[in-house]
């Protein structure tokens, strides 16, 4: 009879003992398996690419060694790029915590705010940067910002910065980072156009992938429920009935957002939400009102797939599906997090089906078919109060903020979500493949209808070319710059 193997110790990855410290007064016990694998290859010296689903630990695997490696020279010696703010303010809480021990200081440079206080941490020599890249670039240029200083770079969530066009703005980072560094890279999803970036900036990395690209944590009971566009706010109404979980709501709009929480306020459910017209602020104190509990549920565009560290998230539900099949992944990753299960609903539109199919191939599994609950009482009373808002409104048609195909394009509307501008930063959504141009565009199985084009002109939204810094100083010609 074979003994069993013995688990893996924090203290058999080759930590300090105040590293240690920090990991016990934080409350770690166990190591999950990407942080048991990388962190070992990672002490080593080695660059590593590391993939595994959103939500067991990946900041950790990074974030340990490159504590332990930081050394007591002056000025920045590691540096961080992540492609939203959330995500950036994540990792730096995580970083704060594990160095607290050791007094590590971070500069994290993320738009939204303003650029004195950053300036100040750069001036102070934090040894950690973390930022996003537009911001970090906006630094470079005012000369605020020197990286000739990097011995380790981190690249977290990569497929998002350059699904995000941004991989100019990467180059000119990178250009400016010494040669000699050890990097590491990390995702939930790795596509060819991540190991193909990871092939020009990495050396010889050692690849740790716990589970394969595109995996749901097991952990996640996933359901798809068919229904008419008319239906949906109905549908999410009778889903939140059936328990009391906190749940984070996935439009695809920032207009979009605005409509399902007015109507969820209406109904008398607490209610927060984020998005790129919301102020850093609002978005802040938003994301504190939900993880204390103040809201029971939260709504949001994209910008909050990756980023949010709120535990005991019980229900994800995706109000519209994504049009790039990764996004799945990093939203339905909010739920079930480390040993926790989840719910995870998606509502699909009849023309929202080629998505799912997308969805499924992605995930290399079918999604339960969930029964849409028409008989329910708060479903046909959420019924009637819309049709008695919006008479002549018909199942399966747009209406008036769009659907699940192409919301109409407006000045200040959802078509904007993911256009970076001056001292922001990538945390919009993402630009679409196949040529889609907007925050709702259609997927690569809609086509525009004549309504479609009456509004949008049968035009692309976006005229010009993407001018200066992407994921965050980028301005754009031939359209209103929209804050991200």
Not at 303 to 329: C, K, S
Not at 423 to 437: F, K, L
Not at 443 to 461: E, F, L, T
Request: aromatic share 4%.
């Amino acid at each position: 009879m074979q003994s069993a193997t013995p688990a893996v110790t924090f203290d058999s990855l080759g930590l300090s003992p105040d590293i240690l410290q920090a990991l016990k007064q934080a409350g770690f016990v166990q190591p999950t398996p990407i942080q048991a694998q990388a962190i070992p290859v990672a002490m080593a010296g080695h660059d590593v690419i590391g993939c595994a689903a959103t939500g067991t630990g990946k900041t950790a695997a990074f974030a340990l060694p490159m504590l332990e490696k930081l050394s007591l020279k002056t000025g920045p010696r590691a540096l961080v790029l992540a492609p939203t703010r959330e995500l950036a303010l994540q990792i730096t809480e995580q970083v704060m915590r594990f160095g607290a021990t050791r007094g590590v200081q971070c500069a994290t440079l993320i738009g939204g705010v303003g650029m004195g206080g950053q300036v100040r941490a750069l001036r102070n020599n934090s040894p950690v940067i973390v930022a996003t890249p537009g911001r970090l670039l906006d630094h470079m240029d005012q000369g605020t910002a020197r990286l000739d200083g990097i011995a380790w770079l981190v690249l977290d969530e990569a497929d998002r910065m350059l699904d995000m066009g941004f991989k100019p703005q990467l180059d000119r980072i990178l250009a400016k980072v010494p040669k000699q560094r050890q990097t590491m890279l990390f995702s939930a999803t790795l596509g060819g156009d991540v190991e193909k970036f990871a092939r020009g900036q990495l050396k010889q990395p050692v690849k740790v992938e716990v589970a394969r690209s595109g995996t749901v944590a097991m952990r996640v009971e996933q359901k798809a429920y068919m229904a008419a566009q008319t239906e949906k706010t109905a549908l999410l109404q009778a889903l939140l009935s059936e328990d009391d979980n906190s749940t984070l709501v996935f439009t695809r709009t920032k207009r979009r957002a605005d409509k399902v929480t007015a109507q969820l306020e209406r109904a008398g459910l607490k209610v927060a939400r984020i998005h790129a017209d919301r102020s850093q602020a609002q978005r802040a104190a938003a994301l504190e009102g939900f993880r204390q509990g103040r809201f029971r549920v939260l709504v949001a565009t994209d910008i909050a797939a990756r980023g949010i560290d709120v535990a005991e998230i019980g229900h994800v539900v995706n109000y519209d599906l994504p049009h790039v099949p990764e996004d799945y992944v990093h939203r339905v990753g909010r739920t079930a997090r480390a040993s926790a299960s989840g719910r995870a609903s998606s509502l699909v539109a009849p023309e929202e089906q080629g998505l799912l199919k997308d969805i499924e191939r992605f995930t290399r599994a079918p999604l339960a078919r969930g029964l849409v609950p028409r008989e329910s009482p708060i479903f046909q009373a959420a019924m009637k109060k819309s049709a008695a808002k919006e008479p002549g409104s018909q199942g399966g048609h747009h209406g008036k903020h769009g659907g699940g195909g192409r919301p109409h394009h407006q000045k200040q509307g959802g078509a904007g979500d993911h256009k970076p501008h001056r001292h922001g930063d990538s945390d919009g959504g993402r630009p679409q493949r196949h040529g889609a141009t907007g925050g709702g565009t259609p997927g690569r199985h809609s086509a525009p209808s004549s309504q479609d084009r009456r509004y949008a002109g049968g035009k692309p939204s976006h005229k010009g070319k993407p001018q200066g810094h992407g994921g965050g100083g980028t301005a754009f010609k031939g359209g209103p710059k929209r804050r991200r």
